[in-house]
């Protein structure tokens, strides 16, 4: 499959790996520049502030345990991330923090909808979900991201790393698998695991396998 182009006379027969490779390039070189233009006294001076980053269904009720056994004074304040159309995740954060006001929602837009194709989450769905993470990135300015697999976890952890080196930002990134993750990684895990700081599995066949950090069941 491929698209035929006519630019200044000149006639080119692009395949969609080009097209799909041409555009995410221009989505990178973009956010580099509005990155670099960006307010250059980014710092991550919060020194527990944390972003915690929600799924959906199992993914929630996993992070949601895991949020109620840290020290609310320790880690704080706390930024919840979670996609634009999860009712389930915003229900439970408003469940749990009753209003506090040391806490508050941010909103992302899903990187990829169940059935939606490749093409489409490239080309649309993820540079939306960068150029939000961005924005939350710059104004939340987290010491500590925590989050355990949905989707919306890579470009969360793509802006974070990204802020690491350019803004020497201290910022510390934590994956933990999800616990039914018995055996291997997930895909979000397999993409994850070379951007983050301290990967953790709940497993320990997916731990000898793997050889990363394994403190038993968290969830």
């Not at 944390?50 to 949601?64: C, F």
């Not at 059935?115 to 960068?130: C, E, H, K, R, Y």
Request: net charge positive.
């Amino acid at each position: 499959m491929g698209y035929h182009l006519a630019i200044g006379g000149f006639e080119l027969d692009v395949g969609i790996l080009e097209v799909i490779g041409g555009i995410f390039g221009l989505t990178v070189l973009v956010f580099w520049i509005r990155a670099l233009t960006s307010r250059r006294e980014v710092r991550c001076n919060l020194p527990f502030g944390t972003l915690i980053v929600l799924g959906s269904g199992g993914h929630t009720m996993e992070m949601m345990t895991i949020v109620k056994s840290l020290n609310r004074k320790l880690y704080s304040p706390r930024t919840y991330v979670i996609a634009e159309s999860d009712t389930l995740s915003f229900q439970k954060v408003q469940e749990y923090e009753q209003g506090r006001e040391d806490c508050h929602i941010d909103y992302v837009h899903r990187v990829r909808e169940v059935g939606q194709d490749w093409v489409t989450t490239l080309l649309w769905s993820m540079p939306i979900a960068l150029f939000q993470c961005h924005d939350i990135m710059k104004y939340n300015k987290p010491a500590l991201i925590l989050c355990n697999g949905p989707g919306i976890c890579v470009p969360i952890c793509l802006m974070a790393k990204l802020y690491q080196y350019l803004f020497r930002c201290k910022c510390t990134i934590v994956y933990i698998e999800s616990v039914c993750r018995v055996t291997s990684l997930s895909f979000t895990g397999k993409i994850l695991q070379y951007c983050v700081d301290h990967f953790v599995v709940q497993w320990r066949e997916v731990q000898r396998r793997n050889g990363f950090l394994f403190f038993g069941r968290l969830s």
